[in-house]
């Protein structure tokens, strides 16, 4: 079937792409360079049509910041199959020390046509412009909190410091800061500066979680948010960024699978008996990871359910809810657990994403009964269980 394939090797960039195409049984590629624009990248599919004839087309480039806009122009045609592979994964010879473009798309066809290439699960146009929004959403948070760093810092600086309450940025702190004067006319400015450049990002967010609140009412996404919303440390905003980053748990057969996506399973450096293990590997979505860390913090506290995760319960699967409740006394034990042994709060935090993931994955993932004996059924459910 690979003698029927022509494969082509495409190495992106902002303003060209370089082409590497290896026609069935050749051992050397034809390669040219074109602009990347979309006149050119029509002509490019004409070129390849005609040249492959009637054998099927598959094409491949490295996952980057051209996002999927070049796979969608050339699979608009209907005959190309063009995918994105990881580039983290792509084998690399410790001995090859030259990099240019033609050599890394004749090095993308080549190894696609031998299998060594992994595939990136892309999104559809409309998963990515909601992931675009929740992304948007974290990065109008990341400017609030530094334009409050900056006023803090210049009010630290004039000596001036909140002690009402432990926490800033409560309603009695922003009571106080309208209620300082300065004397000196720049201070004023800068203050006023940069008091209304937290102003204007707290409207921004208003606004984004407005947006974001009426997405996760969008059929595909409104009963999974209500899923997630029965843990403890997940609302809307974050679990509407955990599904649109993920656009499909379902492509995940195994918890441990979704947790080495997320990069929060050990590294190791095994050889014969040495068994050598390390830091989490931090591959994959490093967005999902960031805000599982984050949640979990919560898990360290005593398993309850206050007022808020009550109402956010209400009307949702018992399934659900009791996953969820296993998870808080799981996750708490885990977490103490290892405080006792000597961890460090951070690790101990980082362990307990890592199983958060799993009772992530079993309440998205519809419970259906396993194919097979029951013995079978039994053993497979044992398994499940040591990997949550």
């Not at 050749?26 to 990248?41: D, G, S």
């Not at 109008?140 to 900056?150: E, G, N």
Request: hydrophobic content about 35%.
């Amino acid at each position: 079937m690979e003698m029927s394939i022509t494969w082509v090797g495409l190495d992106a960039h902002k303003k060209s792409i370089s082409v590497a195409m290896l026609l069935p049984g050749a051992r050397v590629p034809e390669e040219w360079t074109i602009e990347n624009e979309a006149v050119a990248i029509r002509r490019l599919a004409q070129r390849l049509e005609k040249a492959s004839g009637e054998r099927e087309i598959r094409c491949c480039y490295e996952a980057g910041p051209c996002g999927y806009a070049l796979q969608r122009q050339l699979e608009r045609t209907g005959r190309i199959v063009c995918e994105v592979v990881a580039p983290s994964l792509i084998p690399v010879k410790p001995g090859d020390r030259i990099k240019t473009d033609r050599r890394d798309a004749r090095k993308l066809a080549e190894m696609n046509r031998a299998g060594l290439l992994t595939v990136v699960q892309p999104p559809t146009e409309e998963e990515e412009s909601l992931r675009d929004l929740c992304r948007c959403r974290a990065d109008a948070k990341a400017d609030q909190m530094r334009a409050r760093h900056r006023l803090a810092k210049m009010l630290l600086r004039r000596g001036i410091v909140f002690n009402g309450t432990t926490r800033g940025w409560t309603s009695k702190h922003v009571a106080w800061l309208k209620t300082l004067r300065f004397e000196n006319v720049f201070d004023r400015v800068v203050f006023d500066d940069y008091l209304l450049a937290i102003s204007h990002v707290d409207e921004r967010l208003r606004a984004l979680d407005l947006q974001i609140e009426q997405a996760a009412q969008h059929p595909r996404y409104r009963e999974h948010v209500a899923w997630l919303r029965c843990f403890r440390g997940i609302d809307t905003n974050t679990a509407m960024s955990i599904l649109t980053e993920l656009h499909g748990v379902e492509r995940f057969q195994s918890p441990r699978q979704l947790m080495a996506y997320l990069g929060l399973v050990p590294s190791e450096h095994s050889s014969s008996t040495a068994v050598r293990r390390g830091s989490i590997t931090k591959t994959g979505n490093a967005h999902v990871r960031r805000l599982l860390i984050e949640t979990s913090w919560h898990y360290r506290h005593r398993p309850g359910v206050g007022p808020n995760l009550r109402k956010r319960r209400e009307g949702q699967p018992a399934r659900v809810i009791a996953i969820a409740d296993r998870a808080q006394q799981r996750l708490y034990r885990r977490y103490q657990r290892m405080l006792m042994q000597g961890k460090p709060p951070n690790k101990a935090v980082v362990a307990t994403a890592r199983e958060l993931a799993g009772f992530l994955w079993a309440a998205l993932t519809q419970h259906q009964q396993p194919r097979g004996s029951k013995e079978t059924a039994a053993r497979r459910h044992e398994k499940d269980k040591r990997a949550l």
